[in-house]
């Protein structure tokens, strides 16, 4: 089974930007697909973008981060990437990246493998 794999965490100033990655070990995300949630301290873990399966790249983004955030996917590399922009306080959260069914489900927090989470502090 697909095990997903997230980096590029880290501490950044807001107004700054950061790029997050999720890479597939022990399987392909080809067949998923693969959408990112955070969780705040004190707070349940919340999904925030997802993109369907290769050849439907469908992107869906909870309202707080549109306009700001961008997931894409290399369907050659089989990676996940999620690019942060004019990040803001209230952005600092662990991050994960999951596979689903759709980006529908996963938007349900209907995730199936999830990474192990990586850290996002945003200073004001």
């Known amino acids: 089974q697909v095990q997903p794999v997230e980096s590029g965490g880290g501490l950044v100033q807001a107004g700054g930007s950061l790029r997050l990655s999720c890479a597939a070990s022990?399987?392909?995300?080809?067949?998923?697909?693969v959408g990112w949630f955070r969780q705040a301290p004190g707070k349940e873990r919340a999904f925030v973008a997802a993109?369907?399966?290769?050849?439907?790249?469908?992107?869906r983004y909870v309202d707080s981060v549109k306009d700001r955030f961008i997931i894409w996917r290399d369907n050659a590399k089989d990676w996940v990437y999620l690019q942060m922009n004019s990040l803001k306080f209230e952005d600092t959260a662990v991050y994960y990246c999951?596979?689903?069914?759709?980006?529908?489900?996963?938007?349900?927090?209907?995730?199936?493998?999830w990474g192990q989470g990586t850290q996002v502090t945003v200073s004001s």
């Open positions: 999951a596979t689903g069914d759709s980006t529908v489900a996963l938007s349900r927090g209907m995730g199936r493998f």
């Open positions: 993109i369907n399966w290769p050849g439907d790249n469908t992107p």
């Open positions: 022990g399987g392909t995300f080809n067949r998923y697909a």
